[in-house]
């Protein structure tokens, strides 16, 4: 189907796929393509398991015909899915507060990669070389799209009130033409001291140039950016927001959303403190990574879930 176009002809073209591929297991991903899938597996010669998955936290935050879609699956989900997958214990709970069965609820968070995502001291100068700073430059940086939700506006009121810190900013929509981003650092008087990166794929070497990474969401799941930057051995500040602080445990700092001084706080806290303990706390972070969220733990939950619905 078409972006925003719910065409049913889309729903016979998957079943004909369904048919002819004959799945063992339909695994679809967010709420719209989880009715799809299961309509169309129930119109298939073999009918396969559906799995959905859910990727947001705060319903209340997407689109009208999202949040009809999210409570029309909420009434199903007792009868359609095998099994229903979120990344995140707040997104359980949210759910299940929605009206989402919770027997059928499974949290696989998300996994990440350690070969790619790692310290990098190579990567670190390199990068700082890029942009004009010295290895001694203290540099905080938030990796995120131009969106509302990742409250890049309050990052910005708290770098206001870190005159010696630099910020790197990354992410699509994150460019100098963005004419509302532009203003924002006028207003705050930090264009100097933000460099605006855009869309990188490289993703793992602006992260090895930071000395602490920010999340200042108002609404997460599971925060990508962070666990890729703690795989990287960069400690972390990050809001209270989805499973932002279950994720950073002990190896950073956590904050209330929307609070630019206590934003700025724990930021300062981390990039004032001595180069040694924030190397400790680093190592800490890719070890919290390695034990609870790798890309090998992620894996071997999938196939275990697919297992277990194959089985049933």
Same mark, same amino acid.
């Given at each position: 189907?078409?972006?925003?176009?719910? =065409? $049913?002809?889309?729903? &016979? +073209?998957?079943?004909?796929?369904?048919?002819?591929?004959? #799945? /063992?297991? %339909?695994?679809?991903?967010?709420?719209?393509?989880?009715?799809?899938?299961?309509?169309?597996?129930?119109?298939?010669?073999?009918?396969?398991?559906?799995?959905?998955?859910?990727?947001?936290?705060?319903?209340?935050?997407?689109?009208?015909?999202?949040?009809?879609?999210?409570?029309?699956?909420?009434?199903?989900?007792?009868?359609?899915?095998?099994?229903?997958?979120?990344?995140?214990?707040?997104?359980?709970?949210?759910?299940?507060?929605?009206?989402?069965?919770?027997?059928?609820?499974?949290?696989?968070?998300?996994?990440?990669?350690?070969?790619?995502?790692?310290?990098?001291?190579?990567?670190?100068?390199?990068?700082?070389?890029?942009?004009?700073?010295?290895?001694?430059?203290?540099?905080?940086?938030?990796?995120?799209?131009? =969106? $509302?939700?990742?409250? &890049? +506006?309050?990052?910005?009121?708290?770098?206001?009130?870190? #005159? /010696?810190? %630099?910020?790197?900013?990354?992410?699509?929509?994150?460019?100098?033409?963005?004419?509302?981003?532009?203003?924002?650092?006028?207003?705050?008087?930090?264009?100097?001291?933000?460099?605006?990166?855009?869309?990188?794929?490289?993703?793992?070497?602006?992260?090895?140039?930071?000395?602490?990474?920010?999340?200042?969401?108002?609404?997460?799941?599971?925060?990508?950016?962070?666990?890729?930057?703690?795989?990287?051995?960069?400690?972390?500040?990050?809001?209270?927001?989805?499973?932002?602080?279950?994720?950073?445990?002990?190896?950073?700092?956590?904050?209330?959303?929307?609070?630019?001084?206590?934003?700025?706080?724990?930021?300062?806290?981390?990039?004032?403190?001595?180069?040694?303990?924030?190397?400790?706390?680093?190592?800490?972070?890719?070890?919290?990574?390695?034990?609870?969220?790798?890309?090998?733990?992620?894996?071997?939950?999938?196939?275990?879930?697919?297992?277990?619905?194959?089985?049933?």
């Amino acid at each position: 189907m078409r972006h925003g176009v719910a =065409d $049913p002809r889309g729903i &016979l +073209r998957l079943r004909a796929w369904l048919r002819a591929t004959r #799945p /063992d297991v %339909v695994h679809s991903w967010m709420y719209h393509a989880n009715l799809a899938s299961s309509l169309a597996a129930r119109g298939a010669r073999r009918a396969a398991p559906v799995i959905w998955a859910i990727h947001h936290t705060d319903v209340a935050r997407t689109k009208p015909l999202t949040r009809i879609t999210a409570r029309i699956s909420a009434a199903l989900s007792s009868r359609w899915p095998a099994a229903v997958v979120v990344v995140a214990e707040a997104a359980r709970r949210s759910h299940v507060a929605l009206g989402f069965d919770e027997k059928r609820m499974v949290v696989i968070p998300n996994g990440f990669d350690l070969d790619t995502f790692k310290p990098d001291p190579d990567g670190r100068a390199q990068v700082r070389s890029e942009l004009g700073l010295t290895a001694t430059t203290p540099v905080a940086g938030v990796l995120a799209r131009f =969106d $509302p939700d990742k409250d &890049l +506006r309050t990052f910005l009121d708290a770098l206001g009130l870190m #005159p /010696d810190a %630099v910020a790197l900013l990354a992410g699509p929509g994150v460019t100098d033409d963005n004419v509302q981003l532009r203003s924002w650092l006028a207003e705050r008087n930090v264009a100097t001291r933000c460099r605006l990166l855009g869309p990188r794929t490289d993703p793992e070497r602006v992260l090895a140039a930071l000395d602490v990474a920010v999340s200042s969401s108002v609404s997460e799941a599971f925060p990508t950016a962070v666990g890729e930057a703690m795989a990287c051995g960069v400690p972390c500040v990050v809001t209270d927001v989805g499973d932002s602080a279950l994720v950073v445990g002990d190896t950073g700092r956590v904050v209330p959303p929307r609070d630019p001084a206590a934003l700025a706080a724990g930021v300062t806290d981390l990039l004032h403190s001595e180069p040694e303990a924030r190397a400790d706390l680093g190592d800490a972070a890719r070890r919290r990574i390695a034990e609870h969220y790798s890309l090998e733990a992620m894996a071997e939950r999938y196939e275990r879930l697919y297992r277990e619905v194959l089985a049933k």
